[in-house]
């Protein structure tokens, strides 16, 4: 009982500190995380699991539809067929092409609204921003939340080059860049330090509540309301799974190839 006790005081202090790190500039978050802060979070894994492994992705579904919140798996993609797709020069094609038709609809809608200035992008992060390949192609078993979120802890994740360069287009565009992701608040201090080191700027970040258990769909369409109702119009939102476009409040839905995994 007494060890009950001590771990939820813990935990509780690990998430005060959590928060108040996240008050604070990213420079100090970089510095806190230097200091090792991850480490304590390391020893600590919980989370949200809404990574479902082995599943399909879709990568055609069509941009700007929104999809149904679930999917069944047709082929029932693992890591090696989903490590091997992303080496093909069709997913290079696919996340290109996407790519530059999110590029197109905000050159479109600055052309529509020279004068705009609460025009924003929504972003997912991972296997849209952050690349998580090196994690899955070290760990060559079943996904487990515990292996991913030691991976997340090194916050070591590379960008991947299109969106990076994208975003940083967009934001010097005048868009505010907005990273919507179905990570835990309990990964927020680790994905800033993420952030930092890859040199991304951004406006804001949105996580999962810790304790959130609805499916990604529901849980970034509502962000995505709360931001529009803040006052931004939602140009383009992109991400890997068809969780990040379903629900509205985006003018265009960009779908990112991912055929490691099944978000639902
Ligand atoms: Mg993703």
């Known amino acids: 009982m007494l060890t009950i006790v001590v771990v939820l005081y813990r935990e509780k202090a690990l998430r005060s500190l959590n928060k108040k790190l996240n008050l604070v500039l990213p420079a100090l978050v970089a510095v806190a995380f230097g200091l090792g802060l991850n480490s304590a979070y390391a020893d ?21 539809v929104p999809a149904p919140v679930k999917v069944s798996s047709p082929g029932g993609y693992g890591h090696s067929e989903g490590l ?4 093909t020069p069709e997913y290079k094609q696919e996340f ?4 530059q038709s999110a590029k197109v609809h905000c050159v479109d809608f600055m052309k529509a609204n020279p004068n705009s200035l609460n025009k924003a992008i929504i972003s997912d992060l991972d296997e849209t ?22 991976w997340v802890f090194k916050a070591k994740a590379p960008n ?6 994208f975003l ?3 934001r010097d565009q005048g868009f505010a860049i907005i990273f919507l992701t179905g990570r835990p608040e309990n990964m927020r201090v680790v994905t800033t330090a993420n952030l930092i080191k890859n040199k991304v700027a951004y406006d804001g970040l949105y996580m999962r509540g810790d304790d959130d258990k609805r499916p990604a769909s529901k849980f970034k369409a509502e962000v995505r309301k709360k931001i529009e109702s803040m006052g931004y119009k939602i140009v383009v939102n992109i991400g890997d799974q068809e969780s990040d476009l379903a629900g509205g409040f985006a003018l265009d839905g960009e779908k990112l190839p991912n055929k490691l995994y099944f978000v639902q």
């Open 44 to 64: 600590e894994p919980k989370g949200q699991h809404d990574l479902v492994q082995p599943a399909a992705s879709h990568p055609n579904a069509k941009p700007g």
């Open 84 to 87: 091997e797709y992303a080496k």
């Open 96 to 99: 290109d092409k996407a790519i």
């Open 129 to 150: 921003l952050l690349d998580n390949r090196p994690y899955f192609q070290d760990v060559k078993k079943d996904f487990t939340w515990a292996d991913f979120e030691k």
């Open 160 to 165: 991947l080059p299109a969106t990076a360069e």
């Open 168 to 170: 940083k287009w967009a």
